[in-house]
């Protein structure tokens, strides 16, 4: 990287100038789809599933606007990478439905072990009974077992002639190196094509929907890898919010009475986000709730905390009383280079970046420190902020 390079390269003169530097940058998002397209057909091969092209698109632009301390293509090609071994993983490993049924029939069984010693007739009664549920349980398990290994073999057929096609063109670009003509036409003309066929035959058997496995990569798989290295719910943001946010008024005052302006106000910042139509790259909202003690402020933005995450946790409440010092500033942000406390962080840029998408509330804030409105400008205004480490944070 180019701070590698100034540390360790750039101050040694002698070694420099035995390099010639070349600047290799960020590709866009077009690019990286692009890239990714390339890759496909490897990863495919190598977990043994589909990844669709929605899949790699969605890799390249989410990436790009929710992961922010990586580069692409980087970045993306990672979450493919997951996203594939995850599902692979699933193929490979029991269905949950299938689980959770055998592990309720080990607990019936043991029942079954301790009511087979008792006498008494309501022991018998719940024996027989028990008997009944067991032999259903079973039936139910073992058909559920015959639909698996169906749609496993089918998965894995098309696994194995993928690897088969894959070897073949290996095999081919070997052959046109050392000039083995004969290989070639045997390899172009005969297996290959063959191979083709008897793929395209397996997909054709493949688009039957499966109802235990899943072995495509799509956007929705995507987005739950983002949303787990993140804490950003990017698959709820995927899924349709209309008519939630439409009625976003009535949710809030379950819990504010009255306030009807701000909450509206609120209300109209939260669906112009939601729709698009506000610049991606600012926050969602900023908002200035001013009034007397007890009328309703803090407990608006616990509200719109409960709403937006379903959980009043995903509030970073910090208490502006508590920042009334013009060093205090530092508490924010982290200490300056050569200061106590340099490599522990700020309050406030901590908290960001363990939970990226939260409410940040900042109670009774005309007690701040002048300074601490001039570090706050900025993350009202652009939503980043560059720490003491040099480290900016989104």
């Not at 088969?164 to 003309?189: I, K, P, V």
């Amino acid at each position: 990287t180019l701070d590698e390079y100034r540390k360790y390269i750039e101050k040694d003169a002698a070694l420099e100038r035995r390099f010639q530097r070349v600047l290799v940058d960020e590709p866009s998002v077009e690019d990286t789809i692009a890239i990714l397209r390339g890759l496909k057909e490897k990863y495919e091969v190598h977990h043994g599933v589909d990844i669709t092209d929605p899949a790699i698109v969605a890799a390249a632009t989410l990436s790009h606007r929710y992961i922010t301390d990586r580069q692409l293509p980087d970045k993306a090609i990672d979450l493919i990478d997951e996203a594939a071994s995850r599902i692979r993983m699933e193929i490979d490993s029991k269905p949950e439905v299938m689980d959770r049924l055998e592990r309720k029939l080990i607990q019936m069984k043991i029942e079954r072990e301790a009511l087979a010693k008792e006498t008494d007739e309501a022991s018998k009664e719940r024996l027989q009974l028990l008997q009944e549920e067991i032999d259903r349980l079973e039936k139910e398990f073992h058909d559920l077992e015959e639909i698996w290994k169906a749609e496993k073999a089918a998965v894995q057929g098309a696994t194995h002639i993928k690897e088969e096609l894959d070897r073949a063109r290996q095999e081919l670009e070997t052959a046109r190196r050392a000039g083995d003509l004969a290989r070639m036409s045997e390899l172009q003309y005969g297996k290959i094509p063959e191979l083709e066929q008897q793929l395209a035959a397996a997909d054709q058997a493949e688009t039957t929907e499966t109802t235990l496995l899943r072995n495509k990569v799509t956007e929705e798989e995507i987005a739950e890898v983002v949303s787990k290295w993140t804490g950003i719910p990017v698959a709820k943001m995927l899924e349709g919010e209309r008519d939630k946010l439409l009625h976003m008024e009535e949710a809030i005052h379950r819990r504010v009475v009255g306030q009807d302006e701000a909450i509206q106000a609120v209300a109209d910042a939260i669906r112009r986000s939601r729709a698009g139509l506000s610049d991606p790259d600012r926050p969602n909202g900023s908002f200035l709730f001013l009034g007397p003690t007890g009328v309703g402020k803090t407990e608006l933005t616990k509200a719109l905390a409960e709403f937006l995450f379903d959980t009043e946790d995903a509030m970073v409440r910090i208490d502006m009383s508590e920042f009334m010092e013009k060093h205090s500033v530092a508490r924010l942000i982290g200490a300056p280079p050569g200061y106590v406390g340099y490599e522990e962080g700020g309050y406030l840029t901590e908290a960001v970046r363990r939970k990226p998408y939260s409410v940040i509330l900042l109670d009774e804030v005309e007690k701040a420190h002048a300074d601490v409105f001039n570090i706050l400008l900025q993350v009202l205004d652009d939503g980043r902020l560059t720490e003491e480490q040099f480290q900016m944070l989104d």
